[in-house]
């Protein structure tokens, strides 16, 4: 559906919703997850996507991409949960490394230990600048889409970029040192 998106001047259909849907679902579980929403919400929150692009679809004008305006709305969406969150009170499931442990996951270790990393770095940037590094580096979007999509200048673009692969290399760096500690301690070399 990204050429033969529905036309400005008609309704949608339910048929032209679900293409949409189908196409872009995975899309959006990805950004929502990289934009910080956790895993335990990632199914509302993309029910929440499609709920605004449902209800907005007809009204869409096409002056940009659908996977950009989606992406704007996931932005939304995921901004929402943020600010809401310290206000939900749940009881935390296992840790990551009780998930190691008992054998949880399906991936391999080196993967998950990675994908961790990933998420903490990321869970360590302001939204602003997750939402950038999220849809320049992971997404491969240019700094003109994003300063579209965001709706800031190209400036603003380059420099939260810059800030989150600062945010990025520190958390990295951080992590090699508890490596290399940790491997020492154990009476190894790093």
């Known amino acids: 559906m990204q050429g033969a998106a529905v036309k400005r001047s008609e309704q949608s259909t339910p048929a032209e919703f679900e293409a949409l849907y189908r196409e872009h679902f995975a899309m959006v579980w990805r950004v929502l997850r990289r934009f910080g ?8 929150a993309a029910q929440d996507v499609f709920v605004v692009v449902h209800r907005k679809l007809d009204a869409f004008d096409h002056r940009s991409r659908v996977s950009t305006w989606i992406y704007a709305i996931c932005l939304r ?3 929402d949960r943020r ?17 190691r442990v008992s054998g949880a996951s399906t991936e391999p270790w080196e993967v998950a230990e990675r994908r961790a990393l990933l998420h903490e ?41 810059r800030l989150g692969r600062q945010t990025f290399r520190r958390i990295v760096e951080r992590a090699r040192a508890r490596e290399a500690f940790d491997l020492v301690r154990m009476g190894e070399k790093p």
């Open 121 to 161: 770095a990321l869970d360590a940037m302001p939204l602003e600048q997750r939402s950038v590094f999220t849809l320049f580096e992971l997404e491969g979007m240019t700094g003109d889409e994003i300063a579209e999509l965001v709706e800031v200048p190209l400036a603003t673009v380059h420099s939260r970029l």
């Open 37 to 44: 929403v956790p895993d335990r919400d990632l199914p509302d």
């Open 77 to 79: 969406i995921a901004s």
């Open 83 to 99: 600010r809401r969150a310290p206000n939900r009170h749940e009881a935390v499931g296992e840790s990551f490394d009780e998930a």
